[in-house]
């Protein structure tokens, strides 16, 4: 999911990936591990700085507050179409992708096993985060283009299925 | 148990120090009665008192300053005494006698001392009298250069020649030495002339680099006036006072003796009792000049009670109702270091405007040593009628150092979104080389805050990924795994994600 | 600014000492590492520490008691100090020889200070060379009726017979002189003869009405004790402290200076340094008997901070780092009083059985002298597995009238729902006037307490009154004139009633 | 409405009247009036003292907090049909009652006159507030028992209507 922000005149835009407890934000080049603590408190880490951040939506205005710093964000752009990571290969279920770029921990099935809808497939751990990634669709595995320790991105698959008939 | 000193006490005041005053009476088991104008319905001063009345519509002069209204009040809920707080009555002579008439204890000064100091003329006619230190200067505009010569001498240079009709800096001109006065005295006439159309000029000593500090004074109804130290109170916008410190760095032993005992000679001559401050400038060279006396209890009370252990405000009670200082107040000593930040309601970033409009997410820092002065909560509405002062931030540590780091990390802790308040502005100010090492004076704020800046970037980049994980939590499609996708309406889904405490009226 | 005293702390507990661990380190501008068992992942400690590891499972064994886990997230994590806290490992010489071992300093007493004290008998042993006063008594257990003659006419009269074997008041007997001696001796030989199949007993000292007084130690590595005063805490249930405060009002200046004396000469004998806490029984003739000594932060400390303004945990710090006690802390003395009371989670109606549950609604009470030590929120989940404090309750004021008063107001502000907590109970005992006239011993509570009922009938009346105000507020129908009618499903329409912060996760 | 409590085998019965700002409860003899403050608070009045009560709801589980006596109740029957006060007449359009006890302010219309639906006709004051009675159905103002200043129960109609044909 890709959202753009408004600051004053300034864009701010920012791809998501929802990860276990949270999410991983990217602006830029910058990389945020952002874990959702209550309502309107959210902890952010990002290069192994831990932060807390405040901020309450209301009628469509969004109030910050981090370390004292306050200001005010609009939403200008929510953009599915346009997106790095695994959601931008979202329509292709015959390919597996890693949500985020990271290092793949383990290989769930081998090629030429028989998947099933939401079977895991591979962990790949990204932000000392594991994230399971599950198949989309009932098939069988046609090719696996990783191995456990292999770093991966987000544009090559890392395992490649043969669909079942619908 | 301990004496009841009143039977009830009405709190005519509103926000912060309304609640402030209500927690000394409740200590004291005082009941309290509350009045709040139709705009402070659910304050949380009306809601923390035992009993609350309506008082009039929102602007002050219908409600807060409400004399005859007030009075009504005090005697249709039998109150016996009243409580000012600070501001809106609290210095008018007029309401003090108004209570004594209704047979209400006042509590606060004679009207008298009240009147006396709050006419600047007469009050520094009677502190030169009982030997307090005015800044020297003249009494009245200056004839010819042989009178503004002899004067110069007698203050001493550097000298501040001012426009009597004066203002902005108009006709004004500093004085370093006699050789440099002819020439400017008559640009400063030619100045005032231009800008005023009379060229009456006067002249007084010039103070660099002062510091503003004031004494705490006690005085109870048998005669014993005591002082509390001094807090320094430097740090000032506009004349606005917004942190405040005790000790001061620049207060040694012997000058504490001296200016404590000064305070309490100027608060003596105006057979003065209940809570007062006495203020000085201090210039570097330790030279000291009684500015004005303020008869009420300060806003930047708490640090006094933080180091001395004292309840200013259930002293001013019991005062009222007759009591003596006790020993215990008598006795008390500075301890630690307290710091105190005022809270406003204003946009640091945007030429301090005011700022108004609902607090969404409120949250106080907790922890040792740390005190929070508060009139809000989460759902009150700011508006633009009263105070801008939402609250006071008050920290003690054993040291200035640890007080400092204290405060930092309480602003920082301390969240109020919804409305501007200028926590980041005070970081930056504590955080700042001069007021590290105490050179706090009257001019550190334009002197080191005019070019500040705030780096906005990391809390627009944080804040953005946050509110994106808000919103796409808030799909319900998007939980689990990293390949589902979906569409919604982000500010509509974000609508149910309002923070905390609906209000079930 | 002040000096780095170490790079990291990793605090090896959690909850309320964790977070009061980390206010300290916070002050003194040390980053911290909490750790957590997977229980407490959205813990309070966990989620304020610069960085949090969890340490294991929840069972203390596997996670906070993990000695091995603790040092290797320690050495992992570029850490220089470790501060344990009080409970779990703070009194194990085991873990602070590991410390060592580790190059990590451990922020408290030496290992061998620790074992010594951690050894009733040798402490005792020690305390009687030292000439600290023990309860006098026999050292084993008694031969002859000659040697209980003997030694109670040493002890004094009333002395207390005790099953060697014993436990439960069986085989125990009081003597109030020598007459009943024989008699009693038999009768209670025949009772631990019968209960424990061994009719051995012994003799000691008994004493009616104890207080239990202790006193706040501090030393540093250079050989300096000091002692801070002492706090009482003789409100105990089943030999669980549940209300502190200082100063005793049994201890008069003379004997606050002897039993002061007697404590840093204990702490001296076994060459203490770190924060302890030497333990007094106090009988009414003002005798005075060394218990134990505690060789941790006490739950209890901060009533002795509120009183003295010393920061007992960054004192500790410093002094692990090797600074020596500052004059500030030498020269501090005790001002006002200070209560504290332990929040416990307990059903204080039904025999105190240990309450658990989701905490719904928490909103902790403010105002000038009131402290909250607190290691929950709204939202946490409160387990059976950890220590049932769930945070301190501390005022200060003036004096101990007005300290009590504070406190029953800070009480009933105090909310926390969805567990139990026993807030009503401990006011019942603040209000009793056994406790208002100070006549405070260790069985206060099975005296004066015994009988209590708590009239439900207001609570169960207003409660029923909130509640279906906010049932039929609920209701879309039924806002505006009194003569409308609905029907719906309550239960179904309060669902979406529950309060606050919802979590987004 | 009238709710029935229970705590531990006590039964609480209650009557509640709407009112501007609150409701009014009764149990037993007992009147309190209850102003919500926030999520979770109450202020209630009765018999000139104010408490602040705090309480939760949840899993049909209800926690309350009266100067920390705690306590839990359930809700055992919500009965719409017995009932006090003017909740009792609630099908009698024609008859307008008081909503509780108290004292006639002011009457808004006169004998003879057309009345809306909706159309405010009388204030009663009860425990100093003032509450706004409406018509609940178009008609005539046939008669008017009571004249301000009156005190006035919840048993005799304060005004009696002529209702409009349907």
């Given at each position: 999911?890709?959202?753009?922000f ?6 701010i ?12 934000v990217?602006?830029g080049?910058n990389?945020?591990?952002?874990n959702p603590?209550?309502a309107?408190?959210f902890l952010?880490e990002?290069n ?5 951040v ?11 507050d981090v370390d004292a710093?306050l ?5 200008a ?8 990571g695994?959601?931008a290969?979202a329509?292709?279920?015959d ?6 770029p990271?290092?793949?921990v383990?290989l ?9 809808e939401?079977q895991?497939l ?10 399971q ?12 283009n ?6 991966v991105g987000t544009?090559k698959p890392?395992?490649e299925l043969?669909?079942a008939?619908k | ?6 039977k ?5 005041n509103r926000s ?7 927690h000394?009476c ?7 009665l ?5 705009a402070?319905?659910?304050a949380v001063?009306a809601r ?12 002050p002069?219908?409600?807060y ?5 007030i ?7 039998g109150v016996d005494?009243i ?6 009555l ?6 003090a006698?108004?209570?004594?008439k ?13 009147r006396?100091?709050?006419n600047?003329?007469?009050s ?6 009982a ?14 250069l042989e009178?503004?010569k002899?004067t110069?001498?007698?203050?001493g240079?550097p000298?501040?020649?001012?426009a ?9 001109r500093v ?6 006065l002819?020439e400017?005295?008559e640009?400063?006439?030619?100045e005032?002339?231009n800008a ?16 503003h500090i004031?004494f ?7 005669g014993n ?10 740090i000032?916008r506009?004349?606005q006072?917004i942190?405040?410190?005790t000790?001061?760095v ?5 000058l504490r003796?001296?200016m404590?005992n000064a305070?309490v000679?100027?608060?003596?001559a ?25 008869t009420?209890i300060?806003v ?12 200013l405000?259930a002293?001013?009670i019991?005062i009222?109702?007759g ?6 107040v008598k ?8 710091i105190?930040c005022?809270?406003?309601?204003e946009?640091?970033?945007?030429n ?6 609902e ?7 907790t922890?040792?040593g740390i ?7 989460q ?23 640890l007080?400092?780091t ?11 979104l919804?409305?501007?308040t200028s926590?980041r502005?005070m970081?930056?100010i504590l955080?700042?080389?001069?007021f590290?090492s ?7 704020i334009?002197?080191?805050?005019s070019g ?6 990391p809390?627009?980049?944080l804040g ?17 795994g990293?390949?589902?996708?979906t ?5 509509t ?11 079930t009226?």
């Amino acid at each position: 999911m890709n959202y753009e922000f408004k600051y004053k005149d300034e864009k701010i835009e920012i791809g998501v990936a929802v990860i276990k407890d949270g999410t991983v934000v990217t602006i830029g080049d910058n990389l945020y591990k952002v874990n959702p603590l209550s309502a309107g408190k959210f902890l952010i880490e990002s290069n192994g700085i831990k932060k807390t951040v405040c901020c309450v939506v209301k009628d469509g205005r969004a109030f910050v507050d981090v370390d004292a710093v306050l200001l005010e964000l609009n939403l200008a752009v929510q953009d599915d179409s346009v997106s790095g990571g695994a959601d931008a290969h979202a329509g292709e279920k015959d390919k597996v992708f890693a949500p985020m770029p990271g290092k793949i921990v383990k290989l769930l099935v081998n090629e030429g096993d028989a998947v099933e809808e939401r079977q895991p497939l591979v962990i790949v751990e990204a932000m000392k985060m594991e994230n399971q990634v599950n198949s989309a669709a009932k098939g069988k595995v046609k090719k696996i283009n990783f191995k456990a320790g292999d770093q991966v991105g987000t544009e090559k698959p890392i395992i490649e299925l043969e669909l079942a008939e619908k | 148990m301990s004496k009841k000193y009143f039977k009830k006490i009405l709190v005519a005041n509103r926000s912060e120090i309304a609640v402030r005053v209500m927690h000394a009476c409740r200590l004291l088991g005082i009941p309290t009665l509350a009045i709040y104008s139709t705009a402070d319905k659910n304050a949380v001063h009306a809601r923390m008192a035992d009993e609350a009345v309506e008082i009039g519509p929102p602007p002050p002069r219908e409600s807060y300053l409400a004399i005859d209204k007030i009075i009504k009040a005090a005697k249709d809920n039998g109150v016996d005494a009243i409580h000012p707080g600070y501001g809106f009555l609290a210095e008018n002579p007029a309401f003090a006698e108004a209570c004594d008439k209704a047979k209400i204890t006042f509590i606060g000064p004679s009207a008298d001392s009240m009147r006396l100091m709050g006419n600047k003329v007469e009050s520094r006619i009677k502190m030169a009298d009982a030997g307090v230190p005015l800044i020297p200067g003249m009494k009245r505009a200056g004839a010819s250069l042989e009178d503004f010569k002899k004067t110069a001498e007698e203050a001493g240079y550097p000298i501040l020649i001012k426009a009597a009709a004066g203002g902005g800096g108009k006709g004004m001109r500093v004085v370093q030495n006699q050789k440099e006065l002819k020439e400017s005295l008559e640009a400063a006439q030619r100045e005032a002339k231009n800008a005023f159309n009379d060229d009456t000029v006067y002249l007084e000593k010039y103070i660099e680099d002062p510091r503003h500090i004031e004494f705490q004074i006690l005085g109870d109804k048998h005669g014993n006036v005591i002082h509390l130290f001094e807090r320094e109170c430097s740090i000032q916008r506009r004349h606005q006072k917004i942190i405040e410190e005790t000790p001061s760095v620049a207060v040694t032993a012997d000058l504490r003796e001296m200016m404590g005992n000064a305070a309490v000679k100027a608060a003596k001559a105006c057979g003065y009792y209940s809570a007062g401050t006495v203020e000085f400038l201090l210039d570097k060279s330790g030279y000291y000049y009684f500015l004005e006396m303020n008869t009420r209890i300060q806003v930047e009370h708490p640090v006094t009670e933080m180091t001395t252990g004292v309840d200013l405000v259930a002293e001013q009670i019991k005062i009222a109702a007759g009591e003596k200082i006790p020993d215990y107040v008598k006795e008390s000593r500075q301890r630690g270091h307290a710091i105190e930040c005022r809270i406003y309601a204003e946009d640091a970033e945007n030429n301090f405007l005011p700022s108004s409009g609902e607090i969404l997410y409120y949250e106080e820092p907790t922890g040792p040593g740390i005190r929070v002065d508060s009139g809000v909560r989460q759902g009150t509405v700011v508006g633009v009628e009263y105070d801008p002062v939402l609250a006071k931030l008050i920290v003690h540590a054993p040291s200035r150092d640890l007080a400092i780091t204290k405060m930092i990390n309480a602003l920082k802790e301390y969240k109020i979104l919804g409305i501007k308040t200028s926590r980041r502005f005070m970081i930056d100010i504590l955080s700042h080389a001069d007021f590290k090492s105490g050179k706090t004076y009257t001019n550190f704020i334009p002197r080191n805050m005019s070019g500040r800046v705030v780096d906005t970037v990391p809390a627009m980049e944080l804040g953005a990924a946050a509110i994106s994980t808000a919103l796409i939590k808030q799909s319900p499609s998007t939980s689990g795994g990293g390949l589902k996708k979906t569409t919604f309406s982000p500010w509509t889904a974000i609508g149910s994600w309002e923070i905390g405490m609906r209000i079930t009226r």
